[in-house]
């Protein structure tokens, strides 16, 4: 039977994965609000957020990116981009527009429902974890 510390650093392991996998979910969000938002903005390129690869690397802890290089005592040192800002891609061009744009709002809203169902998909399964959790602490 495990004990207390194990049970803990394994429930500590569990919220963690899914309070990352809210927060990559969020920032897709967030981005796909913003392609929308600039639909009709000239040279505006759409982007789409890889979920696997954001996932992933924030759980991972890395970073990716190119660090700024300093070339003074004085210069501020730039750090690498976030695991989710990392995981940004350009969207692949489907029909080019004559002013620029990439943003294909069919694209973008099919993305932004589905994004949105997984993330209440999410909630709604650590809203149950959490539930059991306090039935089997309480006893019931």
Known sequence: MPDLAEMTN????????????????????????SNIANADTPNFKARDVDFREALAGALGGATSG????????????GGAASPLEASLKYRTEEQGAVDGNTVN????????????????????????????????????
């Open 105 to 140: 709002m069919d694209t973008e809203r099919a993305a932004f429902a589905e994004n949105s169902v997984q993330y209440q998909a999410s909630v709604t399964f650590i809203n149950g974890m959490l539930r059991s959790m306090n039935s089997a602490i309480t006893g019931q």
């Open 66 to 77: 190119l660090p700024l290089k300093t070339t003074a005592k004085r210069h501020i040192a």
């Open 10 to 33: 394994r429930l500590d392991e569990t919220l963690r994965f899914h309070q990352t996998a809210l927060n990559a979910r969020a920032y897709r969000q967030q981005v796909i609000a």
